[in-house]
């Protein structure tokens, strides 16, 4: 009699285990695509920032180039960025949409690459308004990023764990991809509010130019020569 009630509690705390089991991971499920949603929401925002980066940099770039027989590298460039647009739009979960994301980025900078070296060319206040609204885009994005991937990244170990590994496959949960996006760590590219995309000095401000050097290596030759005058 005690041996069957032993059974009895055992086979109720067993199965109980599993139901909590079960609905952790529907629940983690639900975090996980509720800070997708919070996420995308933001990327599809921040891309509703583009249409108006395009147009303005046109108006700059045509500007310049009135007397042009052909299009220029800057043209090139901002048709490369309509086009990762829309490849962005179109993507629909993390993995794809952080691939898209960053081929964005990369037309954006080199549209700021072609500008600077494109003969006459200069930065309106609506391209440059344009410009700092992306930066402001990819920094909102950067936050969120963090936010979504650790929410992924504490289902994912979830799912990998004992006994929740058992009940993934049979309640077909697929595995939350992260947002592996470098576009809103590169976002110091994004920004033309001063007139020129930022030099190695901007980047690193721990790079010495040779004059720098110099004088950093004659104040340390003078602290030598005053601790050996002390040691005398």
């Known amino acids: 009699m005690n041996l069957s009630l032993i059974a009895i509690v055992l086979v109720g705390l067993v199965a109980a285990l599993c139901g ?19 996420l995308d929401g933001l990327r599809r925002r921040g891309m509703e920032a583009v249409p108006a980066f395009v147009a303005a940099v046109s108006q ?6 009135r ?6 590298v800057v043209r090139r460039a901002l048709d490369d960025v309509a086009a990762a647009s829309r490849a962005s739009a179109s993507a629909k979960d993390p993995h794809a949409a952080a691939a898209a994301d960053d081929r964005l980025v990369q037309a954006i900078e080199r549209v700021y690459a072609a500008a600077e070296v494109e003969p006459g060319f200069v930065a309106s206040p609506a391209s440059r308004k344009a410009s700092a609204q992306l930066d402001a ?9 963090q ?17 929740a590994l058992l009940f993934v496959k049979r309640l077909g949960l697929p595995e939350p991809q992260r947002y592996e996006s470098e576009a ?8 033309w509010t001063r007139g020129s995309l930022p030099s190695l000095a ?11 050097l110099w004088a950093s290596s004659m104040a340390d030759t003078a602290m030598d020569d005053r601790t050996d005058e ?3």
């Open 20 to 38: 909590l089991v079960v609905a952790n991971l529907k629940a983690q499920q639900r975090d996980v695509q509720a800070a997708w949603n919070r």
């Open 60 to 65: 700059d770039e045509a500007a310049a180039q």
């Open 67 to 72: 007397a042009a027989s052909s299009p220029s």
């Open 137 to 145: 885009a990819m920094e909102t994005l950067a936050h969120e990023q």
């Open 147 to 163: 936010i979504y991937n650790n929410v992924a990244t504490i289902a994912a170990n979830a799912q990998r764990s004992f006994p």
């Open 184 to 191: 809103a760590a590169r976002r110091a590219a994004l920004d």
């Open 202 to 212: 901007d980047a690193s401000p721990h790079v010495m130019n040779p004059q720098m």
């Open 230 to 232: 002390r040691r005398r």
